[in-house]
């Protein structure tokens, strides 16, 4: 039976001061007072069930939010394909890379305690950053290498943006995931019985892809931010994160490893085969165990690790909708948000310093507002948030390696074809 109320969240950062602010998010009875048709909506359902029907997803959880309002949020097919048990609108995700965006917030929410400074090398802080080098050349057959000197150290604004060189382990290039794997540095999708400090000081002795600040490169920079986190706090990184941001906003559903009274609700990770999904017969990235947030795992990836729920995500969204502030508590100040949203100029993409919000520079090929970001996860998870028409869409299906990614631009597309103000 489909969960549906017609509620939702919408991601949008303003960079003025929201005309109302809502403490927190509340349904609306009908999508129009919010300026959204009711039956215009229901095309989400025809596209969402035909996914579900030809098997390109096992299911999804949507959510929409305008101007603070729930307006939709329904909860299509199934949480495990096998049991035929039906997918719930509260049912867990594993969200990937959308642990980035949070990751970028506690750091700042540091910074804005004059923890550090923004240009400051990472070696102040991990000493085994001191004298970078960068990859000279590289053997496949044994994965040996040379390096040369880098230009310069690693800053903390560069692992913000990704500009500091570093890879990423298990999805990187070639030459970096065989050195990240020789040296036993993981991916943080599941790695649940290492140390996140003991392996960020390793990553601090390893070559860098290029030299610090030349271009964008996708790495392992918010797993550092995560252990500097610590380092800059004094506390495990989840207690951090539970402590300061996720019970003040209410994010009671987002973890690194979920309780056991929870576990259930973790929906089962398919794979992908010609397009039709397939229950994984392989281990995911590290050849790591899929179902590790039911673990009790010690590993607190900053860059991969969270998993969460459609309507704790859209809370933690909202907080910048509302500059900074959501239930009655301010984690930062509307100057740190517009940072956050700030182009920092990296050669390569359009990436301010909350990374996870990629914003974009124009609309001229996109129905979304000018000033608009977004990001996804692995597993098929997907966001946007525009300003302009305080809006936030997310929608979360359960698919690794998946032939159908599209499901979120589609998504995208008849959120907006249903404005009717």
């Known amino acids: 039976m489909r969960n549906i109320l017609f ?24 999508p129009e007072e919010v300026g959204l048709a009711t039956d215009r909506l229901s095309r989400i359902d025809k596209m969402v069930d035909e996914y579900v029907a030809n098997k390109w997803v096992p299911g999804a959880v949507v959510l929409i939010v305008r ?4 307006v939709y949020h329904i909860a299509y ?4 394909v096998e049991t035929k048990t039906a997918l719930k609108k509260d049912n867990i995700f594993r969200i990937a890379s959308q642990s980035k965006a949070v990751t970028a917030l506690a750091a700042l929410m540091l910074w804005e305690e004059g923890k550090y400074l923004l240009d400051e090398p990472v070696s ?18 044994d994965s040996s290498y040379t390096t040369e000197p880098a230009k310069s150290e690693v800053t903390i604004r560069q692992l913000f943006t990704h500009s500091s060189g570093i890879d990423y382990a298990a999805i990187g290039s070639s030459e970096f995931k065989a050195i990240y794997a020789k040296a036993g540095v993981p991916s943080g999708i599941g790695n649940n019985d290492a140390v996140l400090g003991e392996k960020m000081r390793i990553l601090g002795k390893l070559p860098l892809k290029h030299n610090p600040g030349e271009k964008w490169t996708y790495g392992l ?19 951090f994160l539970k402590k300061r941001i996720f019970d003040p906003l209410g994010m009671k559903d987002t973890y690194f490893y979920l309780p056991k009274e929870k576990h259930s609700r973790l929906v089962t990770l398919y794979t992908d085969k010609d397009g039709i999904i397939l229950k994984p017969q392989v281990k995911a990235y590290d050849h790591v165990d899929p179902n590790y947030p039911n673990t009790a795992g010690t590993y607190f990836s900053g860059g991969a690790g969270l998993s969460s729920t459609v309507e704790d995500y859209a809370k933690f969204l909202q907080l910048f909708l509302n500059n ?14 517009e940072l ?4 920092q100029h990296v050669t390569g993409t359009h990436v301010g310093l909350g990374f996870g919000l990629e914003t974009m520079d124009n609309d001229y090929q996109s129905v979304v507002s000018l000033g608009s ?10 966001y946007w948030a525009d300003p302009k028409e305080k809006l936030i869409g997310l929608i979360f299906t359960n698919i690794y390696q998946s032939s159908h990614w599209d499901i979120g631009d589609k998504f995208k597309t008849l959120t907006y074809q249903s404005f009717a103000d």
């Open 340 to 343: 956050m949203l700030t182009d």
């Open 67 to 70: 101007n603070g309002k729930i």
């Open 7 to 30: 509620a939702g969240i919408l991601f949008c950062f303003a960079f003025t001061p929201a005309v109302s602010q809502p403490k927190t998010l509340t349904p609306v009875s009908k």
């Open 77 to 80: 097919g199934y949480s495990d």
């Open 373 to 382: 970001f977004s990001w996804g996860g692995a597993f098929n998870t997907h």
């Open 221 to 239: 920079n918010n797993d550092l931010l995560g252990y500097l986190v610590e380092v800059w706090s004094g506390m495990p990184f989840d207690e």
């Open 124 to 141: 102040k802080y991990i000493p085994e950053f001191k004298n970078p080098t960068v990859l000279k050349t590289f053997n496949p057959k």
């Open 324 to 337: 900074g502030q959501y239930n009655g508590v301010r984690l930062l100040s509307r100057k740190t948000i």
